[in-house]
C-alpha cells in the first residue's frame, strides 16, 4: 500500500457552520505528516473525520486500506488514534491498562506484547496517577499502536509538555517510523515540533488546505534565506556587485545595511564574500538567518486575513 491515507472533498458542517471546507489529502506509508492550523481551523474535525469518530457531510477517504464511509470498522482495525488529553485511569498500572487494551484488540499474547512496549516507551510498570506528564503521554502513544497500526493519530500530542518531555517524545514517534514503518498524522500548534519532526506538513485554516510542503520546502518559498550585510565604503558599488549574482532575488539598502534576499544555500556566503573581495567592498559585518515555520504560518495566515479584508 503506497498510500495510508487518501481523503477528497472531506467536509464537515455543524448545524449549518462549515467547520471543514473539502479537504484534499495523501498521506504515503512511513510519512510523519503534521497538520497545522489557529484554533478552531478545523485540524481536530479531520482527524475525528478520518478516524470515523464524525461522519463526514460530504467528501470520500482511503484509511489504512479501507473505505471510510463503507468500511469504518475495517479503518478502526488499522489505526490508532490517541485524543488530546488521553484517556487513561489513574488508579490503572501501565502494564494492567496495556494488557486490557492488547485483549480489546484481540492481540496474541498481550502481556509479552504490553511488556514489549513498557520497554520500547521507557516506561516502568507505576500506577498511572503517579506518573509525569511526559511519562503519560508516551503510554498514550502505547496504548494507540498496541494492536501494530498502519498509521497512528495524533491529536496534539505534546500540548502543556516542558521543552525536554518534548522532545523525548518525538524521538519516540521517530523511533516508531524507523522501527516498524508506522505512519504517523498530527495535529499541532507548535511549528517547531513540525519542524523537527515532520517530513511534510498541511497548513489549515477557516476549513481548508491553504499551503502544504516540507518545513525546507515551505521556508523556501516564502522567498529565501535573508543575508544582512554591513559595510563602511561604496555603497551603491557594493548592492551593484552583489545584485547581480544568481542566487541574490531582493537587494534593500537602509543607510549603511544592505538586506539580500538570497536563494537558500549552504554556500552563499563564500558567494557574497567573493564577490565583495572583487569589487575591493569590506564587509563590516554578515549575517545569514534562515526563515523560521513561524514566519512561513504567520505570511500565509496574515494574506489570508489580508485577501478576506479586501
Ligand atoms: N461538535 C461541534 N459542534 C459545533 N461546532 C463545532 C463542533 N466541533 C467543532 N466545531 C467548530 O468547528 C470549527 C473547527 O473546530 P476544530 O476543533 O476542528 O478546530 P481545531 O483546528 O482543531 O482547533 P483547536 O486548535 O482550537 O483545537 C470551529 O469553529 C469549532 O467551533
Not at 14 to 38: Q, Y
Not at 72 to 90: D, E, F, H, K, L
Not at 226 to 249: F, K
Not at 270 to 283: F, K
Request: with cysteine; hydrophobic share 40%.
Amino acid at each position: 500500500m503506497d498510500h495510508v491515507i487518501e481523503a477528497r472533498g472531506l467536509a464537515k458542517s455543524f448545524a449549518g457552520a462549515e467547520a471543514v471546507r473539502g479537504v484534499d489529502l495523501t498521506v504515503r506509508a512511513g510519512e510523519i505528516v503534521g497538520f497545522l492550523g489557529p484554533n478552531g481551523a478545523g485540524k481536530t474535525t479531520t482527524l475525528r473525520m478520518l478516524t470515523t469518530l464524525l461522519r463526514p457531510t460530504a467528501g470520500t477517504a482511503t484509511v489504512a486500506g479501507h473505505d471510510l464511509i463503507a468500511d469504518p470498522a475495517g479503518v478502526r482495525r488499522g489505526i490508532g488514534y490517541v485524543a488530546q488529553g488521553g484517556s487513561t485511569n489513574p488508579s490503572c498500572t501501565a502494564l494492567r491498562e496495556l494488557v486490557l487494551q492488547a485483549r480489546l484488540y484481540r492481540v496474541p499474547d498481550a502481556p509479552a506484547r504490553s511488556r514489549d512496549l513498557l520497554a520500547e516507551f521507557d516506561l516502568a510498570d507505576r500506577p498511572i496517577g503517579s506518573m509525569s506528564g511526559g511519562q503519560k503521554r508516551r503510554l498514550d502513544i502505547a496504548l494507540g499502536v498496541v494492536h501494530r497500526p498502519a498509521v497512528v493519530f495524533l491529536d496534539e500530542p505534546t500540548t502543556g509538555l516542558d521543552p525536554q518531555s518534548r522532545s523525548a517524545l518525538w524521538d519516540h514517534v521517530r523511533r516508531l517510523r524507523e522501527r516498524h514503518g508506522t505512519t504517523v498524522f498530527l495535529t499541532t500548534h507548535y511549528l517547531e515540533e513540525a519542524d523537527a519532526l515532520c517530513d511534510r506538513v498541511l497548513i489549515i485554516d477557516q476549513g481548508r488546505v491553504i499551503e502544504e510542503g516540507s518545513p525546507r520546502e515551505l521556508k523556501a518559498r516564502l522567498g529565501g534565506d535573508v543575508v544582512t550585510i554591513e559595510i563602511s565604503g561604496d555603497v551603491p558599488h557594493a548592492r551593484s556587485a552583489l545584485a547581480g549574482l544568481a542566487a541574490v532575488r531582493e537587494v534593500r539598502v537602509t543607510g549603511r545595511t544592505l538586506r539580500l534576499t538570497v536563494a537558500p544555500g549552504d554556500r552563499i556566503l563564500i558567494e557574497l564574500t567573493r564577490a565583495l573581495d572583487a569589487a575591493g567592498v569590506e564587509p563590516l559585518s554578515i549575517r545569514h538567518t534562515r526563515p523560521t515555520l513561524d514566519d512561513v504560518f504567520l505570511a500565509l495566515t496574515d494574506r489570508k486575513a489580508a485577501a478576506h479584508a479586501a
